[in-house]
């Protein structure tokens, strides 16, 4: 009863920081349903009517179909060629001892020092001088890049937990360096896998700025992020309809989230196990 006591204040903390989330949440899905006049009048209310007006306004006026198919066709890519690039070197590091590898993961790890704006104009200058301006091909090539150094730091860390004796016991069955990496290190480094896909599904849906920039408001090649903002001008700031195509959007990163949070979870408590 006592231990009980004890853990009121941070049950109250908890169910506290829930309502934060749930009362914003309920807002943004609710105003999706409604009307200007109805989220001015009464925005906490429910809806009227739950029809799907809004959502088809949005999904129409601003090609939201199409900018969803391009969006995951620059997330899916990009997260391939990440993977396929970070694995490899993230093995690589892992199983080195020398100073030579020091010095490649701490330049790995200066990625993170470098700000996204601080980037852009050479960037610019890059897509145009491999004229790849105005195309989705670039920004397939691009993100990976940004995506390294997070992915190969945390890639190497779940790598180096993968116990010696497994690498040597498929080396004396004959296995290559790579079926070492795709039968030994890659299965028991899913967690880690599931957490750089995540985050970096998370970060290549939403990325706005060189979408825009590279990209362009092209309607036939734009992602949704850049499609969104039009909504704006096209429905004159409808603000229902602005918020039933910011939830349509929503819906991919949720069913990533769920199939990927459990090994997500499991990377976290792992590491916490490791402290």
Known sequence: MKFGKRWIPAHLLVWSYAVLL???????????????EEIFAHPFALPESFGLGNFSTAFTSAD????????????????????????????????????????????FSLGFLIP????????????AATGLFHTRTFMV???PATAMPLSVVILVQFMRTVPKEMEE???????????VLRHVYAPMCLPGIATVLLLNF???WNE???????????PAQRTVQVALPTLKAIT??????????????????????????????QALVSGAVKM
Do not use: C, H
């Open 236 to 265: 004159g700031t409808d603000y229902g309809v602005l918020t039933a195509g910011t939830v349509l959007t929503l819906v991919p990163v949720w069913i990533v989230y769920t199939v990927l949070q459990r090994r997500m979870q």
């Open 116 to 127: 996204t704006f601080a980037a852009l104009f050479p960037t610019f200058l890059l897509a």
């Open 141 to 143: 090539l691009f993100l």
């Open 169 to 179: 016991a498929a080396r004396m069955d004959g296995a290559s360096t790579y079926a």
């Open 208 to 218: 706005y700025l060189y979408s825009l920039v590279i990209i362009g408001p092209d």
């Open 202 to 204: 998370l970060t290549f």
């Open 64 to 107: 939201l179909g199409l900018a969803v198919v391009n969006s995951a066709l620059v997330t899916s890519v990009a997260l391939v060629l990440t993977l396929a690039l970070a694995l490899p070197a993230a093995f690589a590091l892992a199983r080195s001892t020398g100073r030579l590898a020091s010095v490649v993961e701490k330049v």
């Open 22 to 36: 749930l009362v914003p949440l309920y807002y943004f899905l609710a105003s999706a349903f409604k009307s200007n």
